[in-house]
Nanobody, 115 residues
Framework: QVQLVESGGGLVQAGGSLRLSCVASGFTFSNYPMSWYRQAPGKEREIVAHIISTGERTTYADSVKGRFTISRDNAKNTVYLQMNSLKPEDTDVYYC????????WGQGTQVTVSS
């Protein structure tokens, strides 16, 4: 079955950086566009970055454009999110999923940015 395992989150000061990873299994990873999402308690899950299956094109939410970079390694079934110049408002649980999204989600990885 589909498994998505996110990691790399943590506590960082404002202005710092983190690199998130998501290892996927149970489907042909290289055939699927992938996205990173984030969700705060009581809020809707929002997409922050998207990458097509070949990795040649990426898109970003306005709130992270210029600070976050999504990339992928199809040989490792892994998608990454490099997050620089982090702000307190980036504090959320971060998830990955394919597009179209699978019904099952991973456990996410908590990112906390202190001011």
């Amino acid at each position: 079955q589909v498994q998505l395992v996110e990691s790399g989150g943590g506590l960082v000061q404002a202005g710092g950086s983190l690199r998130l990873s998501c290892v996927a299994s149970g489907f042909t990873f290289s055939n699927y566009p992938m996205s990173w999402y984030r969700q705060a308690p009581g809020k809707e899950r929002e997409i922050v970055a998207h990458i097509i299956s070949t990795g040649e094109r990426t898109t970003y939410a306005d709130s992270v454009k210029g600070r976050f970079t999504i990339s992928r390694d199809n040989a490792k079934n892994t998608v990454y999110l490099q997050m620089n110049s982090l702000k307190p408002e980036d504090t959320d649980v971060y998830y990955c999923n394919a597009y179209p999204r699978f019904a099952s989600w991973g456990q996410g990885t908590q990112v906390t940015v202190s001011s």
